[in-house]
């Protein structure tokens, strides 16, 4: 065949302008492309809620693909291994409770469960605002490439609207963050010192709906109510990624 480089930039504009439309309203918005938002994005999408994860890098995975001090392996503890079934992860046991897995291999399962239950994926865009409207509820993201807030371009952003709002946006909690800068009933206390066991006992405890139409899972959780961080170990990252998926699809009715 013959190819043609204009019908490949149709194609690809066609595409992703029609994925973008049909993703300006929306049920759920996942933020941070993490180990946490791929597991509760791949989940919501299994329920059939129609859901993005937006990334405001070039590739997700989040702080996953380094693993302890770039030696490319996670540990997942037994709470969380079926977690690890699930999505096809391998892993092998250390001790008893601990299990090995390679990062690489984890980031690409969970993308790909996640691409499998239809999510879509903005990846390269910068969420710079969040949309509160008269019933007092986050109900959508102000959007913008990110290339133009690395520039410090002024250039008007757009917005998605969705019914809930997932911060996976990992210790920064940047959602969260927006609405408590802006004067919303929020108060994020910042992640404290390591303490793996405190973190990761303490996850799903925090992993809930903090304002309204705005849930926190993973790290964001952690940092909004002021818990320890836990670093290499996973098994909290997914565990309270799959409540916030539950949470949300309740609030959903799904």
């Known amino acids: 065949?013959?190819?043609?480089?204009?019908?490949?930039?149709r194609a690809i504009l066609e595409e992703q302008h029609r994925a973008l439309i049909d993703h300006l309203e929306m049920d759920a918005a996942v933020i941070g492309g993490g180990p946490s938002g791929l597991a509760c994005a791949a989940l919501l999408g299994e329920k059939g809620v129609k859901c993005?994860?937006?990334?405001?890098?070039?590739?997700?995975g989040g702080g996953m693909w380094g693993g302890g001090m770039m030696f490319p392996r996670i540990v997942v503890q037994e709470e969380a291994r079926r977690l690890l079934d699930r999505f096809g992860i391998a892993y092998?046991?250390?001790?008893?409770?601990?299990?090995?897995?390679?990062?690489?291999?984890?980031?690409?399962?969970l993308?790909?469960?996640a691409c499998d239950a239809g999510v879509e994926f903005f990846n390269l865009t910068t969420v710079e605002d969040i949309m509160i409207r008269g019933n007092g509820r986050v109900g959508g993201l102000v959007v913008n490439w990110t290339p133009v807030d690395m520039a410090g371009l002024h250039v008007d952003p757009?917005?998605?609207?969705?019914?809930?709002?997932?911060?996976?946006?990992?210790?920064?909690?940047?959602?969260?963050?927006m609405v408590e800068k802006k004067g919303g009933a929020l108060k994020v206390k910042g992640e404290s010192f390591m303490w793996a066991e405190r973190a990761e006992s303490?996850?799903?405890a925090h992993?809930?709906?903090?304002f309204p139409g705005l849930f926190v899972t993973g790290m964001a959780a952690n940092a909004v109510a002021g818990e320890c961080r836990m670093g290499p170990?996973?098994?909290?990252?997914?565990?309270?990624?799959?409540?916030?998926?539950?949470?949300?699809?309740?609030?959903?009715?799904?």
């Open 1 to 9: 065949m013959t190819l043609n480089e204009v019908t490949i930039s």
């Open 52 to 60: 993005a994860l937006i990334e405001k890098k070039l590739s997700i």
């Open 92 to 109: 092998k046991a250390f001790e008893e409770g601990y299990y090995v897995a390679k990062s690489v291999e984890a980031v690409a399962k």
């Open 111 to 113: 993308t790909a469960a």
């Open 158 to 177: 757009l917005t998605m609207a969705c019914t809930c709002t997932v911060d996976a946006t990992g210790h920064d909690a940047m959602i969260a963050r």
């Open 202 to 204: 303490q996850i799903l």
């Open 207 to 210: 992993t809930k709906e903090v």
């Open 233 to 254: 170990i996973f098994g909290g990252m997914l565990l309270s990624g799959e409540r916030a998926a539950e949470l949300v699809a309740e609030r959903l009715g799904r």
